[in-house]
């Protein structure tokens, strides 16, 4: 039904005009802003590092992208629609002031229902369906969490496209190519921008206040890890894709002056995405890049750790680099630096590898543009900065279906040949290369003081490796190629209580000169509770190590510190994928195992070992099960694990694991069976209830 006493013109020059009220932070209930935690910044690839700061009039062409909007739709003859009961336009009634700001997540709560609430509708609406009945939003401005635990800042929020679905009224009034063109830019990218928010006090404000001096310098001095005498990383072929047009009309390649390459290629009208390649070198062929690895192996430095600074790290450049970074993980545009009173916003140019900034944005008192305006403007050029990207992706991902289909051939079926004796040959002598090196490895690693850990997955390549030093061992100042680790880090698996764990390549030249590698896991803890958890998790396979158990268990070649920062790594054998994913039915109300009799025997066999040294697990569920080839089994995870359980407890644990192998198993978030007790998700951020464990010690 249509609200005949809503005035849409004056409640939009109402939202245009609109200005938070100035707010206040009650003493003592901030926790102190620090530096925030800057391990994998360090690791970016040089082609996706931050180069440079600019200042840009940023509140000024976000005004300009409302009233571009608003002109389009006069020239178009658009009407805005009128407020129906149940559309999301949010009156001036319903900001009323909220001045009193506890910390960074209240500060943001209020920019949701204050701010974002209103301009998410109005952005929408004019944008993407203005001829619906009523106003609503194909967008949503919310919270998804991720694994970091800050307190003092809060860096959760972001703006994204809703679900089709979850928006049928607006939607409905689109055609189908517009449809598709939204469900591209939110399958392309599930965040478009990325907020930062700091509690109200004199250093949150004093850290706004000092971007402006870092957009004189030449350039931004991106910090990388300080090993020297490594060799550089191997060059990638890094490319990055900027929007052709900026929201308010003139093109992005106008926003870097000196950029005559890219304003040629705009001129010329072709469609090309400005990019960024740093170039490599072609393989030739697999035998000369088998050639040059073997070359590259023996080419093993020495190299040094310098003595670090004891000053504390500069909060504005660490917090600009942290929202860069993320800002290139969750490939975006816009980033948003918010302190409750005063305001930045950031634009990356990826192409040049610089960050635009606004100047600072008093947001109580902020002028032609108002602050409405220019979140209204923010919201609109978000999105279409993340549609023009995606309909890029999609048109070069057209193009290149349509010569890889050219160029295609109808393959032959091949007859399966059986395996020759040759063959055979060849698998053993691999499986026994493969033992050789795992036992070189054994050998030589647990002695090594140092362990130099590379990144080398998604959107990192470190320039130089992060010096982890061996807990107990005295740190020297230079290091020969038989006294260190090399660990590449080549992806993801999890993160957890315990910190994140990455699948690695673990590499070392033998006192005998000879290149070995193994296949890794790394386990990274940064916060106190993090690195109180993985020191535990050392002492309990030290102690099973002590007491003989190996069968079921990774090999765990170490712990160690980070040189520069309070990072823990915890260095283990590589044992196989768990049971979890290999369950192809992980989102069904049963799990279900495919694993054999004897697998399930192995299984028991272990944790009956551990129980034998006097541990208990306590945390035994898929997850923490593996299997390698040749059905090796392990358990893994021991953060959670208890010394000189009872026999009562022991008992249990094995009763457990046993309805587990047998199928009585719920997942996470699932109804428990009577045998199988329930748990929580795989990324903790506490233990299990004790009482869902049954971890009463008494028999």
Request: with cysteine; hydrophobic share 35%.
């Amino acid at each position: 039904m249509e609200d005949k006493k809503f005035d849409v013109d004056r409640e939009l020059a109402l939202l245009l005009d609109y200005n938070p009220p100035s707010r206040h932070s009650p003493a003592d209930v901030c926790s102190a802003l620090e530096s925030p935690l800057c391990f994998y910044e360090k690791h970016l690839d040089a082609g996706l590092a931050l180069k440079k700061i600019q200042n840009l009039p940023m509140a000024t062409y976000l005004s300009e992208t409302v009233d571009y909007t608003l002109q389009s739709l006069e020239d178009k003859k658009s009407t805005l629609p009128a407020r129906y009961m149940g559309d999301r336009f949010i009156t001036s009634e319903y900001r009323e002031p909220d001045t009193s700001m506890a910390d960074a997540n209240t500060i943001a709560h209020a920019y949701l229902s204050k701010t974002a609430r209103f301009a998410e509708v109005i952005a929408s609406t004019l944008l993407l369906h203005v001829g619906a009945p009523g106003w609503y939003s194909s967008l949503l401005w919310t919270r998804r969490e991720h694994e970091g635990n800050q307190k003092a800042f809060c860096e959760d929020y972001g703006l994204e496209i809703r679900e089709l679905m979850n928006d049928s009224v607006g939607q409905n009034v689109m055609d189908d190519g517009k449809r598709d063109v939204l469900r591209r830019a939110r399958e392309k990218y599930p965040r478009m921008a990325l907020w930062n928010f700091f509690p109200i006090s004199p250093i949150s404000e004093k850290m706004l206040q000092d971007m402006s001096s870092l957009s004189s310098a030449q350039s931004f001095d991106h910090e990388t890890c300080r090993t020297i005498g490594y060799l550089p990383p191997p060059a990638t072929a890094a490319s990055t894709l900027d929007a052709l047009l900026t929201a308010w009309g003139p093109p992005v390649t106008s926003l870097v002056a000196d950029s005559a390459k890219e304003r040629e290629v705009l001129a010329s009208g072709k469609d090309e995405p400005t990019r960024i390649t740093r170039s490599r070198k072609r393989v030739k062929n697999q035998a000369s890049h088998k050639q040059s690895i073997r070359e590259n192996d023996l080419n093993w430095p020495t190299v040094r750790i310098t003595a670090l600074s004891r000053e504390a790290p500069d909060l504005t450049r660490s917090f600009i680099k942290r929202a860069w970074a993320r800002s290139v993980e969750y490939d975006t545009t816009y980033l948003i630096f918010n302190c409750g009173n005063h305001e930045r916003i950031g634009f990356r140019h990826r192409a040049s590898q610089t960050l635009f900034l606004s100047d600072l944005i008093e947001i109580p008192s902020c002028k032609a543009p108002s602050y409405g305006k220019i979140h209204i403007g923010l919201f609109i050029a978000i999105t279409q900065d993340a549609i023009d990207r995606s309909e890029q992706h999609f048109k070069a991902q057209e193009n290149h279906e349509t010569k890889k289909r050219r160029r295609s051939v109808v393959a032959l079926p091949l007859d399966k040949r059986p395996r020759t004796r040759a063959a055979a040959k060849k698998k053993i002598s691999e499986e026994e290369e493969y033992r050789k090196n795992l036992e070189a490895v054994k050998e030589e690693s647990r002695s090594r003081p140092l362990a130099l850990v590379e990144l080398r997955y998604s959107i990192y390549n470190s320039p130089a490796p992060a010096s982890f030093l061996r807990l107990g061992h005295l740190q020297k100042t230079s290091y020969g190629p038989e006294e260190y680790l090399s660990v590449i880090v080549a992806s993801k698996i999890a993160a957890g209580a315990t910190g994140v764990a990455h699948e690695a390549q673990l590499r070392l030249l033998t006192s005998g000169g000879n290149f070995r590698s193994t296949n890794a896991v790394i386990k990274l803890a940064f916060e106190p509770e993090q690195n109180e958890r993985l020191r535990h998790e050392f002492g309990v396979y030290e102690h099973l190590f002590s007491r003989g158990v190996a069968e079921g268990m990774p090999t765990v070649y170490g712990l160690f510190k980070d040189a520069e920062s309070d990072t823990l790594a915890l260095l283990m054998s590589h044992v196989g994928a768990s049971l979890w994913s290999l369950n192809p039915y992980q989102r069904r109300f049963a799990f279900t195992l495919r694993i054999s009799e004897e697998v399930k025997s192995a299984y028991l066999r272990a944790l009956g070992a551990i129980h034998q040294a006097g541990v208990r697990h306590r945390d035994i569920r898929p997850e923490n099960l593996t299997l390698m080839e040749g059905d090796r089994v392990a358990i893994i995870d021991f953060d959670m694990a208890e010394l000189n359980p009872s026999e009562g407890a022991k008992r249990r644990e094995m009763c457990h694991m046993k309805n587990l192998l047998n199928g009585s198993y719920r997942p996470p978030n699932e109804y428990p069976s009577d045998a199988t007790t329930p748990e929580k998700k795989p990324v903790e951020t506490a233990p299990p209830n004790d009482d869902f464990w049954g971890l009463d010690d008494s028999d």
